[in-house]
């Protein structure tokens, strides 16, 4: 891949489709993925199962620069099956595809979700990831987003991707002992990004940090269009004036606990508790601002 050429999807190993899953056990890891170097970037691994499936202990060295797909894409498509991702280091996140030979007018699809990882609109099993280093690529990071199923995000690092770090929906979803830093922008074609996006379903965020020094239009979390959420234990630093959490006029009851702000001494960060077409379904106790 030299000259953005490349038909179809750009991976090295796919095991189940979406319309034939996998089924079993499925272990998968110990991999050194080699993207140090120009128009390097393949996804190494798509993968849809109906069985119980853990992949761990993978290191991506260098940024991904194809524009393409990235490091991979997990569907635990069935009630009852499981997706364990653990010990992932993709920390030198991707390239905007406009940066790369990627011209994106051979297909599209899948071309475009250069996240660091990829859920799937069918999920319907559970996906837990842990001890994840990401960051930051420019779709989204940790992009766990997808059908009804619960997906669990615990002891993780994202940091400086667009449009979300952490992006997460589902029943009884969850994001724990996480820490999300915005610093910088890796690209000239990024123009914002947002902490942890709550989209839909039950989502619960706890005990974690968001920490944002970069000046960079951003929400430090945003609930979406969420059924219900609830963010406890949360400690929130705004080295800029921005804004804190976000509410959007589409979420469903927000309830906000035990959150900690610290923020410039002048400008300051803002804690926005919906629209006013709807300002009861938004509650917080325990909001503090330093």
């Known amino acids: ?13 796919r095991v189940g489709v979406d319309y034939d899953l996998h089924n079993g056990a499925f272990v998968f890891g110990g991999f050194i993925v080699d993207w140090d170097g120009p128009n390097r970037g393949m996804q190494l691994l798509d993968h849809n199962t109906a069985g119980d499936s853990e992949i761990r202990n993978i290191v991506f060295r260098g940024r991904h620069s194809l524009g393409c797909e990235g490091a991979l894409r997990l569907n635990p498509q069935t009630p009852d099956s499981t997706c364990l991702l653990q010990n992932i280091d993709m920390r030198a996140g ?34 837990h990831v842990d001890r994840v280093y990401c960051g930051g690529w420019p779709d989204n990071g940790l992009y766990v987003k997808g059908g009804p199923g619960q997906t669990i995000v615990t002891h993780s690092i994202a ?11 589902g029943k009884g979803s969850l994001i724990d002992r996480c820490t999300v830093i915005i610093n910088r922008e890796i690209s000239e074609h990024f123009d914002g990004q947002v902490g942890i996006r709550l989209d839909d379903g039950t989502p619960t965020l706890r ?7 970069s000046p960079i239009p951003t929400y430090a979390i945003f609930s979406r269009q969420v ?52 300002p009861s379904d938004v509650t917080d106790d325990g909001v503090t601002i330093h």
């Open 159 to 169: 940091a400086n991707s667009k449009i979300a770090n952490i992006r997460i929906n």
């Open 227 to 278: 059924e219900e959420a609830w963010i406890h234990n949360v400690d929130v630093a705004l080295g800029v004036d921005c804004v804190g959490i976000m509410c959007s006029e589409l979420a469903g009851p927000t309830h906000i606990t035990n959150v900690r702000f610290r923020t410039p001494t002048t400008g300051g960060g803002r804690l926005i508790l919906g629209s006013p077409a709807r």
């Open 207 to 213: 005990r974690t940090r968001v920490e944002i020094s």
């Open 94 to 127: 991707g390239q905007h595809y406009t940066d790369t030979i990627n011209t994106r007018s051979e297909r599209d699809g899948e071309s475009w979700a250069t996240s660091g990882l990829t859920a799937h609109p069918d999920k319907a099993g559970t996906l």
């Open 1 to 13: 891949m030299t000259e953005g050429e490349f038909d179809g999807h750009a991976r090295l190993f």
